[in-house]
């Protein structure tokens, strides 16, 4: 039998944490992330999302052993693009049997039912902020920081199960092998003829927290409009700081100003996958050292653009046309310092054709693609829901009673 509980205890949360690399391990395409990384981005105890946004974790067990994992989140500050009462899941992973992921769909389902939703989309780990969709392409691909491997049968079990797609977002990958000098030439001509009012900057290592900081408001201002776009917040800023001490340096950074206002960012990090494909996940106790002696040698070749932004107020500027293009160029040719040979732009959405337009036109092709689902949840008046509960509570189906105490119960939902 097939039994999904919620999480609730220090050992089901690292249950919970640790079986994707259990499950997935030695699939082509696989590489575990950090258990530590999980647990600062997950754990409610140390991840900013919890701060101002509530969540649920779920395992599903059959035979007293684990089979999968999903959440549900409900976000203080939703999407403003998207429906109303909309609930999010996310973190599913789970084997290859339709009945385990419908249960555990089925699970979520509920739980953002009885808490007013109405719609339920994802996966969002735990937010647009995290690793985002269901890969549904490149599983072969070189493993990528931040980016989320599901097998293909995940997605074929999920639309079975009755979600719809209603989003992609496709990542770029630029293969700088393949850039010539010409290229390299011309890159370097567009940034100096876009940035000629322009001053371009990398980070201050001295003041990160507060560079961090200015590059995530950039950020925010830049995407405020997009669909699903939810704001970094300033515990986030900071999480994302204190994360990228031990590996970030100043030339991983552009910030672009106009008479010392910020007004375009990008950041790049290494591909920490390609540091820790052999640590299946552990730092302790001493894989800890070799991770430190490979990002002080820079034992990495790709890296991840994690982000890129213009401020809305320049969009409307001729002269910021080539700005995208512009900082993805300076971006490269400071990533070629660090003898990075591929770098990765995403999560960007299927109908943006501007940026991917931009990103196409200086070599990039799409590496991964995943995808956004979601379902109208169960059409439950909290009338109905209601008496249910009470029903339940007072052993009958005594209407008169009932109605005397829905009003009362309605309030406590």
Known sequence: MIAVSPVASRRDLQDFLRFPRLLYRGLPGYVAPLDMEREQTLSPEKAPFFQSNEAAFYLAHHDGKIVGRISAQILSDAPAQWPLKTGLFGCLDAVDDPRVIGKLLDAVGRWLDARGMNRMRGPFNLSSNGETGLQISGQSHMPMVMTPWHPPYLARHVETHGLQPVKDVVSYSLDLAR????????????????????????????????????????????????????????????????????????????????????????????????????????????????????????????????????????????????????????????????????????????????LRRTIERIGGTISTTHRIYEVGLPTYSRDELAANAIIQRIGHTDRTQIAQTADKFVAGL
């Open 179 to 354: 850039l010539g000098p010409s290229d390299l030439k011309h890159h370097r001509s567009l940034m100096i003829r876009t940035a000629e009012d322009l001053k371009v900057r990398g980070l201050d290592l001295r003041h990160l927290h507060h560079d961090i900081q200015i590059i995530t408001t950039v950020y925010n201002d830049a995407w405020s409009a997009n669909w699903g776009f939810t704001p970094i917040s300033d515990a986030e800023a900071r999480a994302l700081a204190a994360s990228l001490k031990p590996i970030i340096q100043e030339d991983m950074a552009v910030i672009v100003e106009r008479n010392g206002n910020p007004i375009a960012v990008a950041l790049w990090i290494p591909n920490i996958q390609e540091m820790v494909a052999d640590m299946d996940g552990r730092l302790l106790p001493f894989n800890w050292i070799k991770f430190l002696w490979r990002a002080r040698r820079r034992a990495y070749s790709s890296c991840r653009v994690i982000l890129l932004g213009v401020a809305q107020s320049e969009r409307g500027n001729p002269s910021n046309l080539g700005l995208p293009a512009m900082m993805i160029s300076e971006l490269v040719r400071r990533s070629i310092n660090h003898n990075i040979r591929q770098v990765e732009l995403g999560w960007i959405l299927e109908d943006n054709m501007g």
